[in-house]
């Protein structure tokens, strides 16, 4: 079982930064696929960005390319999402999950989930 818990959500105006972190426990997270969803209210949840927690290669959003940045630490266990320039159509709920295997920008494939952080862009 691994147990997923983000922290660093807030509200910041838009044009400013957050860094959100996941610390994953039970399991190594080297061997996990890590990704950030989001969900805003009344909106399916979607992908945002994904890190292979073994060759460390990294996929994004269109809508976060060159704003979000995803990164790993293996020996902490730890999985960061810096984002830059936000907007407030970046407000959601962020979601922290891992898969073995499957398609990285799809949800039901990963089976680990945190419980989520707001982030809220003000305009």
């Given at each position: 079982q691994v147990r997923l818990v983000e922290s660093g959500g807030g509200l910041v105006q838009a044009g400013g930064s957050l860094r959100l972190s996941c610390a994953a426990s039970g399991r190594t997270f080297s061997s996990l696929t890590m990704g950030w969803f989001r969900q805003?209210?009344?909106?399916?949840?979607?992908?945002?960005?994904?890190?292979n927690g073994i060759g460390g290669s990294t996929s994004y959003a269109d809508s976060v390319k060159g704003r979000f940045t995803i990164s790993g630490d293996n020996a902490k266990n730890m999985v960061y999402l810096q984002m830059n320039s936000l907007k407030p159509e970046d407000t959601a709920v962020y979601y922290c999950a891992g898969q073995s295997s499957g398609n990285l920008k799809h949800a039901p494939s990963y089976d680990y989930w945190g419980q989520g952080t707001q982030v809220t862009v003000s305009s």
């Open positions: 805003a209210p009344g909106k399916v949840r979607e992908f945002v960005a994904a890190v």
